[in-house]
């Protein structure tokens, strides 16, 4: 492979104004002085789904997680990431509040040992709703959100273990609405589901997003292809290429991108 350092960057920018969040040199060091991210700029377009495609250990899911400060117990995190015309990656801002409005969807599902309901009044309570009826119809806005109302409706005082694995992703999804936040990022959300559960989850994610931005990391080409609107492509912590999915995966800028999309490495 040719040296990849000698390769531009095709990053496709927005107007400030557009981007529900964007980052600014964001870079990533573990242990203090191993660095696996590097000046990473992107704009995540609001009301859009934008996928994060690369080889194994390429950074997407390091940079993913930085965006609602998932990284501060294990790592340094350099540069500026602005949403709501603020900083959040400084000490001051409390990373509670901010995965709130930032939330994350996790590669396995991770359902709480509790009943269906308990799952979702477990996060609102925890975040200080304990009003019965807006519990009730939170649950129910939540789970139809998440296209799961009518599969569970009837047993939602049943343990969510005894769900499905795409029912337990979609209800995770559920726990992460709730809360109402804005941005929703997920790391690889279907990679332990079967085929019927994935489509289930990817027709879920492109209803979501008539209200939230969403950021996924993502191993499926043909996934990234079906339901994002703009895909960034990492190589070895850097961000190569970000443009619009269609242009990514017909029109390559990139030799390096292109190769990937090929299935030439990664």
């Known amino acids: 492979m040719e040296n990849w350092q000698n390769q531009p960057n095709y990053i496709k920018t927005f107007d400030e104004d557009e981007c529900a969040i964007y980052t600014q040199d964001l870079s990533v060091f573990y242990g203090g002085t191993i660095q696996k991210l590097f000046d990473v700029s992107l704009g995540f377009k609001k009301n859009t789904i934008t996928a994060l495609i690369g080889a194994s250990g390429s950074g997407k899911s390091t940079f993913l997680r930085s965006l609602n400060r998932m990284n501060d117990q294990v790592a340094r995190v350099d540069g500026s990431i602005i949403f709501h015309d603020l900083d959040v990656n400084q000490k001051k801002i409390n990373v509670y509040e901010l995965r709130k409005t930032i939330g994350m969807v996790f590669q396995k599902p991770n359902p709480f040992p509790k009943s269906i309901k308990d799952n979702i009044i477990y996060a609102l309570k925890a975040n200080g709703q304990h009003d019965k009826a807006t519990l009730e119809q939170l ?48 790391d690889e959300p279907a990679s332990a589901l079967d085929p019927v559960s994935t489509a289930k989850l990817e027709d879920t994610l492109k209803q979501l997003r008539e209200k939230y931005t969403m950021v996924m990391v993502t191993h499926n080409m043909q996934q990234a292809s079906r339901i994002s609107e703009y895909t960034a492509f990492f190589h070895l912590g850097h961000a190569l290429e970000y443009d619009t999915t269609s242009n990514i995966f017909t029109n390559p800028q990139g030799s390096i991108t292109e190769k990937y999309i090929q299935g030439s490495f990664g």
């Open 139 to 186: 649950v129910e806005e939540s789970l139809r959100a998440a296209a799961l109302w009518d599969e569970v409706k009837d047993k939602l005082d049943q343990s969510a273990l005894a769900l499905s694995g795409g029912q337990q992703q979609r209800l995770c999804i559920a726990r992460a609405i709730a809360l109402k936040p804005e941005i929703l990022l997920l």
